[in-house]
């Protein structure tokens, strides 16, 4: 089993940035790479980036390219979001997760409870 944590989220204006942090414990050297979701309301789960443990490729949403950042401690077990010039569109609840390297969430086989991120206008 894997466990993830993540934490980080809040509320800030446009423009402004934040770091999100996803805490990994158990078996994490049985997954492929890390990945960030974010879920609005009455929205689908979408992709927003992924890193491979081994190695560290990463891949973005087009949405989030150029601003946002992933980037992993593999002696922290620890994979981070930067987040910069947000805009109230980012605003959506934030997951982790672990499994495949690959943007649809049913690639992966382990998911955090998610954190709050709200950029006003």
């Known amino acids: 089993q894997v466990q993830l944590v993540e934490s980080g989220g809040g509320l800030v204006q446009a423009g402004d940035s934040l770091r999100l942090s996803c805490a990994t414990s158990?078996?994490?050297?049985?997954?492929?790479?890390m990945g960030w979701f974010r879920q609005a309301p009455g929205k689908e789960r979408e992709f927003v980036a992924a890193i491979r443990w081994s190695g560290g490729r990463t891949y973005y949403a087009d949405s989030v390219e150029g601003r946002f950042t992933i980037s992993r401690d593999n002696a922290k077990n620890t994979v981070y979001l930067q987040m910069n010039s947000l805009k109230p569109e980012d605003t959506a609840v934030y997951y982790c997760?672990?499994?495949?390297?690959?943007?649809?969430?049913?690639?992966?086989?382990?998911w955090g409870q998610g954190t709050q991120v709200t950029v006003s206008s």
């Open positions: 158990g078996r994490t050297y049985s997954t492929y790479g």
């Open positions: 997760a672990a499994g495949a390297w690959g943007i649809q969430p049913g690639e992966y086989d382990y």
